[in-house]
């Protein structure tokens, strides 16, 4: 057990070094997209996501993420979003709607492979797509009431014919209400990840907006210099947001 105020003791991981190339193709058929990253992570559970432009550096340890800009040469520290163990939830305000329910994700064991030399094991997560609340209905208006206009045997007056005009034209229907709108396909995603270093080699995410495939080589095993977690000097920390 960790002293109190220290960070948790983290069980040891494989540290390693990946290599990352990433495809989106979007759901409308355009043209796909290419990105390229590179994923770091030590054996204290350290992970470093770095691409062109960003880095985000990841301390289970001391709860903390460190996001790199390295155009502005600036680092941002936040806090890792973590929810305290038996914190009650908190109370709604009186009257509110209730919050939807969250769905509940369907896991599927997909077994073991082999990808490019490495043996992973794969996973399939499936969320349900959620559908927005149903609009409450506008209340009805108040019905106004034409002076005489219940009086027995009293009639509007209407409009003079004239001798050979042709008939009004009929007022256009309302337009008939769209048609209920097909639920979408639920999102999916499909990881495979190495056995021996317990990190993700393939990743397929399915969304109603696309598809994004993610394939990470992993090139070092070693483990890394200190250095590759910290904040690269000559960067200026940024103060946190209020």
Request: one cysteine or more; aromatic letters at 2%; glycine letters at 8%.
């Amino acid at each position: 057990m960790p002293a109190v105020g220290q960070p948790p003791i983290l069980p040891p991981t494989p540290p390693s070094c990946s290599e990352c190339a990433s495809k989106t193709q979007p759901a409308g058929g355009g043209p796909p997209t290419q990105s390229a990253s590179r994923l770091w992570r030590s054996s204290d559970g350290k992970t470093r996501i770095d691409t062109p432009l960003t880095s985000v550096i990841s301390d289970p340890g001391l709860k903390q993420t460190i996001v790199l800009d390295h155009v502005k040469k600036e680092a941002s520290i936040m806090p890792m979003k973590m929810s305290p163990p038996g914190a009650p939830p908190l109370p709604s305000a009186p009257g509110a709607p209730a919050a939807p329910g969250t769905p509940a994700v369907h896991v599927q064991d997909l077994g073991k492979s082999m990808i490019d030399g490495h043996e992973v094991e794969g996973k399939r997560f499936t969320l349900p797509h959620l559908a927005p609340p149903a609009k409450p209905p506008l209340p009805a208006m108040p019905g106004v009431k034409m002076p005489g206009a219940n009086v027995p045997g009293l009639k509007m007056p209407g409009a003079p014919a004239v001798p050979g005009a042709p008939a009004a034209p009929k007022p256009p229907g309302a337009p008939a209400p769209p048609s209920a709108a097909l639920p979408k396909p639920p999102s999916v995603t499909e990881l495979w990840t190495s056995v021996k270093l317990k990190t993700p080699v393939l990743t397929k995410v399915t969304t109603p907006a696309g598809e994004l495939t993610t394939y990470c080589k992993p090139t070092v095993t070693a483990e890394h210099p200190p250095s590759v977690f910290q904040i690269p000097p000559g960067y200026t920390v940024k103060p946190p947001k209020p």
